[in-house]
C-alpha cells in the first residue's frame, strides 16, 4: 500500500511539473524547447526547463514561434508597455492580449458583483519590436539585477599597489526603475602620496509615452587628484530613448543640477545651479561584447563661463557564464578647478566580474 501512495504521488509531481512547463519556443533551427519563459532583455531570452539545472539563454533573433500562457511585463521599441500574454502569429508578428489590472469592469447581477474582469484588449506587433519581458509572477528578484567587479594590480618599482572596487544594483517595475552605483579606487606607492578616488550615484526613471521618461539622479565625487573632498549633485530631467531596439539602446537627457563642493584644502565650500544634458548609447548585440558610454555636460547658471563634463566608457567581455572582465574609462574636466588642482583627471581600469 506504501509503495502503490509513493507512485501516485511521483506521478502526481511530474505531472504537475510538467503542467507547470506551459511555455514553447521553436527556434530559427528547428528546434523545440519546452519550459517557463523568465524574461527577455537586450536580446536574450531566458527560459528555466525540467530536464536541465541551468536556464537556457535563447538569442531573440533566432526565435521563429513562442508560446505562452504566462502573464508578462511587455516593452516595445516605440516604449508602450503592457501587462498581458504573448503568443506568435507566425514567425514575424505576434498577438499580445493586454490587461489592466487596475482598471476593473464588474458585472453586477442585483446588488451583489457577480464577476471582475480586467479591462484589456489584443495587440498585433512584430517580434522584432518587443524589447523587454518579465514574467509578472517572478516576484522581487526576477526584476533585480546587480553586479561587482574586483582589480587589483601590484608592480615591484616604487612598489607600487592598486586596487579597484566597481558596483551596481539595479531594479525595473512596471512604470519605473532605479539604480545605484559605487565605485572606488586606491593606489600607494613609495614617496608619493596615496590617491583615492570615490564615486557613486542614484538614479530614479518614471517612464512616460513615447518612451519619454522623468528622471532623478544623486551623484557623489570625491579625489584627491582634484582636490576634492565632495562633490554632490541632486539631478532633475526629462529624458528620450531615441533609439531602443534588441541591439541598441541610445537617448539623452536634460535638467538642472545643484552641484556642492569642497575641498581638502582651506577652500571655502561652494554651491552652484548648473544646467544639464547628456546621452548615453549602449550596444549589446556584438558577439560576446557590450559597449556602454555616457558623456554629460554641466554649462553653469550661476558661475561665469564655467564648464564641467563627465565621459564613462565601458566595454564587457562574458566569458563564462555570469563572469566577465570589463575594461573601463572614467574621466572628468573642470575649466575652473580650484588652485592646485587639475582640469581633467581621468582613470583606466581593468575589472573582473560577476553578474546576477
Known sequence: MEKKLLFLAFVFAIFFESAAQTDSLLLSNGNLIVGEIKSMDKGVLTIETDYSDSDFKVTWG???????????????????????????????????????????????????????????GKELVNLSEIVYLNALDEGFWSRLSANIDLGWSLTRANNLRQFNVRSGLGYLADRWKASASYNSLRSTQDEVEDVKRTDGSFAFNYFLP?????????????????????????????????????????????????????????????????????????LYDIGDLTLLTNLMAYPSLTESNRFRTDFKLDV?????????????????????????????????????????
Open 62 to 120: 533566432e526565435i521563429r514561434k513562442l508560446t505562452s500562457k504566462t502573464k508578462y511585463l511587455i516593452t516595445l521599441s516605440n516604449g508602450k508597455r503592457y501587462n498581458g500574454t504573448l503568443n506568435s502569429i507566425d514567425s514575424i508578428q505576434a498577438e499580445i492580449d493586454t490587461y489592466d489590472p487596475e482598471n476593473i469592469i464588474r458585472s453586477i447581477r442585483g446588488r451583489k458583483a457577480e464577476t471582475e474582469q480586467p479591462i484589456g
Open 210 to 282: 513615447k518612451d519619454w521618461f522623468l528622471l532623478y539622479n544623486f551623484t557623489y565625487l570625491s579625489n584627491t587628484e582634484q582636490l576634492i573632498r565632495s562633490r554632490v549633485g541632486n539631478q532633475i530631467g526629462l529624458g528620450k530613448y531615441l533609439i531602443h531596439t534588441n541591439k541598441t539602446y541610445f537617448g539623452f537627457q536634460t535638467g538642472v543640477n545643484l552641484n556642492s563642493e569642497s575641498y581638502f584644502d582651506d577652500t571655502p565650500s561652494r554651491n552652484s545651479g548648473e544646467a544639464m544634458i547628456g546621452a548615453e548609447l549602449n
Open 316 to 356: 564587457k567581455y562574458d566569458f563564462l557564464d555570469d563572469f566577465y572582465v570589463k575594461v573601463g574609462t572614467t574621466m572628468n574636466f573642470d575649466n575652473q578647478p580650484i588652485e592646485g588642482a587639475t582640469k581633467l583627471d581621468y582613470i583606466f581600469q581593468t575589472t573582473v566580474g560577476w553578474e546576477l
